[in-house]
């Protein structure tokens, strides 16, 4: 069998080490590339064209969500690209971005468990042969979430705000709302600071109030966010 072929991007130099004397360890594993940053990232499944990548979820440039990026922007430049992503956030509204519009061949492993080599190595595998990999206690995050987004309701929101928030949720930013809604986009700020402020939606610098919003709508409207819109693209 051939081995599979990884591209490991990861900015903090020791864990990076620590990862590719992990991948060095495994039989069928072969590290053809490294990078620290989301351009040497790209740089590198373009050059080596891996099976997989084993990414960090926030790297230079902007210590945001590169990792998710990536994985959005192989989708269709590398289809068959596997990619699993190392985070160190519990919280499933990254877990949501990375699968939002796919969950063949992506994997959301916590970066406190790297250290459970067999963990890694099975996620990597499934991940490999276009299964989907979330660590559980992702999974139990999500669940709870869900459960208290279930009870909240968006009846104290306008007509208008609805529909500001229902084009949110397609992943449109301001401008494509104010042109589909004929307002604004003055308006549309105005009307999603109201709906951030009813549905009690604070701002947090780890994760965006849009993709807060956007998950309550889902859930109110009864659809299954992980196959929902809530992608990448709303974090911005």
Do not use: C, W
């Not at 864990?15 to 992990?22: A, D, F, H, K, T």
């Not at 740089?43 to 064209?49: I, L, S, T, W, Y």
């Not at 790297?114 to 206690?137: C, K, P, T």
């Not at 301001?174 to 308006?187: D, Y």
């Amino acid at each position: 069998m051939d081995a599979v072929r990884i591209v490991l991007a990861e900015d903090n130099l020791l864990v990076r080490e620590g990862l590719v004397s992990l991948i060095d360890g495994v039989d069928g594993f072969e590290l053809v590339g490294t990078g620290s940053t989301l351009a040497e990232l790209i740089e590198a499944v373009d050059k080596h064209d891996p099976d997989m990548v084993l990414t960090d979820i926030r790297m230079p440039p902007s210590h945001q969500d590169e990792g998710i990026e990536a994985a959005i922007r192989f989708q269709a430049s590398h289809p068959d690209l596997g990619v699993v992503v190392l985070s160190q956030y519990v919280d499933p509204v990254y877990a949501l971005a990375l699968l939002g519009s796919g969950t063949k061949g992506r994997g959301y492993v916590l970066k406190d468990r790297v250290d459970d080599i067999d963990r890694l190595v099975g996620a990597i595998r499934v991940v490999n042969n276009g299964g989907s990999f979330i660590d559980d206690e992702v999974v139990d995050a999500l669940v709870r979430s869900r459960t208290r987004m279930a009870d909240r309701t968006l009846d104290v929101l306008s007509a208008r705000e609805l529909e500001v928030l229902s084009e949110m949720a397609t992943g449109a930013t301001n401008s494509v709302i104010a042109k589909q809604l004929g307002i604004s986009g003055h308006a549309v700020e105005k009307h999603s600071n109201s709906i951030f402020s009813k549905l009690q939606i604070t701002a947090d610098q780890d994760v965006n109030r849009r993709v807060k919003a956007v998950l309550l709508f889902l859930s109110g409207q009864g659809a299954d966010p992980v196959s929902g819109p809530a992608t990448a693209d709303t974090l911005d």
